[in-house]
């Protein structure tokens, strides 16, 4: 769990780089209507919980750096008995303060009084416009009835500042803190990964196979999946995000599952491809391989001071190069690259930012230019080869043919850390486990 003074040193950062007299403001998630009076299960706004961690729906942080009266407030839902026995616990203003370290907390029934006077006067406003189409109209209406009272000596805020670009880029950079939760999830998925290995045989259902895996995130603790856990056997295998996971899994095919589970806020992506018998056959085995090598390759691409598209690139060569030697593609593999040849079988790139949103915040390119990695940030890496079923230039052996191995990692002072590494992946491991 982060600690409170983690979540304090955090919005110390942020008000260091607001500009003096500014303000941030910062809306909780709302709640999402499933069916009528129901609700989906309830996820915090990120940004709400990197800044503060407080869980509830219907609150607002704002942040005031150098006020007197104290910099951090909270508004969110009072105490009510009646509510709590329903739907269950609230914290209240009271809690607000005294368990998440506000420095005053309001109801937030009395937002319309009191925000628009923190806003008024305000040379910059701090905010993340367009996330919440509501709140926004909210902010708009509490603006312009500041504008419309200049008359009698009211200042409206000067400008609006994109409030994700700073809360974004400080994402990108994980502390010791959450660099642990990120291990747990990586290690609860990396265990229903290999359930699902041992729990497969043909004439599985894929959603049986989905059933093994979230089992296994909730029974150590995960609040479920991170995102909609993919199984896909055959040629299901060869949509990337295909998410039906209602087909029998039959004897000769492979299966692909791309699963991970969120820990306490932070995921883990881990994606595993095996024979549903529980044997690699020749042609199985030779593209399994050539995924294997690439990602073998980006991880010694990845390290303090290196390009972020270093890794990519290394999985498009030595992807490129194996179709070469297999006969699926016939050329230079210069030119082959150059054109883009790789893209008909591989045509996503090799991994992307992990945290607390699996596609996680972060820019890649810094003027234009990919980014050096640094110390602390936590990456996927993700290379594969799908052959569509119904691809007619290439050898039928290889028709309908996926595979994806993705593994995460933290970039580390000398390289990189696989934190997803209990899961087997070389082809004799599998087998092993499978008949285990």
């Known amino acids: 769990m982060i600690a409170m003074k983690e979540y304090a040193a955090r919005r110390r950062d942020l008000m260091s780089m607001m500009e003096p007299n500014s303000i941030a403001v910062v809306a909780s998630a709302p709640e999402k209507v499933r069916s009528k009076d129901t609700y989906y299960p309830y996820k915090q706004d990120a940004t709400f919980t990197y800044l503060c961690g407080f869980p509830e729906p219907s609150a607002v942080m704002v942040l005031i750096p150098g006020r007197d009266q104290g910099e951090f407030l909270v508004f969110c839902r009072e105490k009510d008995r009646l509510k709590e026995t329903w739907d269950g616990f609230l914290h209240g203003p009271e809690g607000a303060r005294d368990e998440y370290a506000a420095d005053d907390a309001f109801p937030i029934t009395d937002i319309d009084e009191i925000l628009p006077g923190l806003l008024e006067g305000r040379g910059r406003v701090y905010y993340d416009i367009g996330k919440d189409a509501e709140f926004d109209k909210h902010l708009m209406e509490w603006i312009t009835n500041i504008r419309d009272q200049r008359a009698r000596g009211a200042v409206p805020p000067g400008e609006f500042v994109d409030l994700g670009y700073y809360v974004n880029e400080m994402r990108l950079l ?6 642990k939760l990120m291990r747990r999830a990586g290690a609860i998925s990396a265990g229903a990964h290999r359930r699902a290995m041992q729990a497969t045989h043909p004439g599985l259902y894929e959603y049986q196979l989905q059933a093994e895996i979230e089992h296994e995130f909730a029974f150590h603790g995960a609040t479920g999946p991170a995102y909609t856990s993919i199984v896909g056997g055959g ?7 295909y998410i039906e996971n209602r087909c029998r899994l039959l004897d000769g ?3 692909l599952i791309d699963a991970g589970c969120e820990y306490l806020d932070y995921a883990a992506d881990i994606t595993r491809t ?28 990845i390290a ?22 297999l006969g699926i593609l016939d050329g230079d593999v210069g030119d082959l690259i150059a054109r883009g040849a790789h893209r008909e079988f591989y ?9 607390m949103d699996v596609h996680d915040v972060g820019d890649y390119k810094v003027d234009k230019s990919w980014r ?14 799908y052959i569509a079923p119904d691809n007619l230039n290439v050898d039928q052996q290889w028709r309908g043919l996926a595979v994806r191995i993705e593994d995460n990692v933290v970039v580390t002072r000398n390289g990189c850390e696989q934190i997803t590494a209990e899961v087997p992946k070389e082809r004799v491991e599998i087998e092993r486990l499978m008949a285990s």
């Open 304 to 325: 303090p001071g290196i390009a972020y598209n270093c890794a990519n690139e290394a999985t498009i060569s030595v992807i490129t190069q194996g179709l070469v030697d």
């Open 372 to 385: 050096d990695l640094e110390t602390g940030m936590v990456l996927t890496v993700e290379p594969g080869i």
């Open 347 to 355: 045509m996503h790139n090799a991994g992307h930012w992990l945290g």
């Open 174 to 179: 994980k502390s010791a803190g959450e660099i």
């Open 235 to 241: 040629r299901n295998g060869c949509i990337l995000h």
């Open 253 to 255: 095919d492979l299966v």
């Open 274 to 301: 095996f024979p549903v018998n529980g044997h690699f056959s020749a042609p199985q085995a030779a593209i399994y391989d050539v995924v294997l090598a690439a990602q073998a390759e980006a991880f010694r691409s």
